[in-house]
């Protein structure tokens, strides 16, 4: 079993910068994928990031340039770092873990945590 512990969402203006933390516990955290989602209001989930083992990185086109996913193994933790926040980033963003290679499938994921809301004001 991993647990994953989301915290750093916020109210922000937009252009301002938020910095997402997901904490992992239980097995190695260093041998899972890990993915960035979001899920706004009466939408569907919607992929961001994801970071594998080897710090391979993938992003959706829309957070591209703005948004960053580092990793750091010694802590445990997962970050999303996101620049220049638009109104349409608000969402519940969600990190998930899989015990394989990154995917942009939700589905994929064997592990989440619950959620930090993110919004952006105009």
């Known amino acids: 079993q991993v647990q994953l512990v989301e915290s750093g969402g916020g109210l922000v203006q937009a252009g301002a910068s938020l910095r997402l933390s997901c904490v992992a516990s239980g097995r190695t955290f260093s041998n899972y994928a890990m993915g960035w989602f979001r899920q706004a209001p009466g939408k569907e989930r919607e992929f961001v990031g994801a970071i594998n083992w080897s710090a391979n990185k993938n992003y959706a086109d829309s957070v591209k340039g703005r948004f960053t996913i580092s990793r750091d193994n010694a802590k445990n933790t997962v970050y999303l770092q996101m620049n220049d926040l638009k109104p349409e980033d608000t969402a519940v963003y969600s990190c998930?873990?899989?015990?394989?290679?990154?995917?942009?499938?939700?589905?994929?994921?064997?592990?989440w945590g619950q959620g930090t809301q993110v919004t952006v004001s105009s």
């Open positions: 998930a873990a899989r015990a394989t290679t990154y995917s942009r499938r939700p589905d994929l994921y064997d592990y």
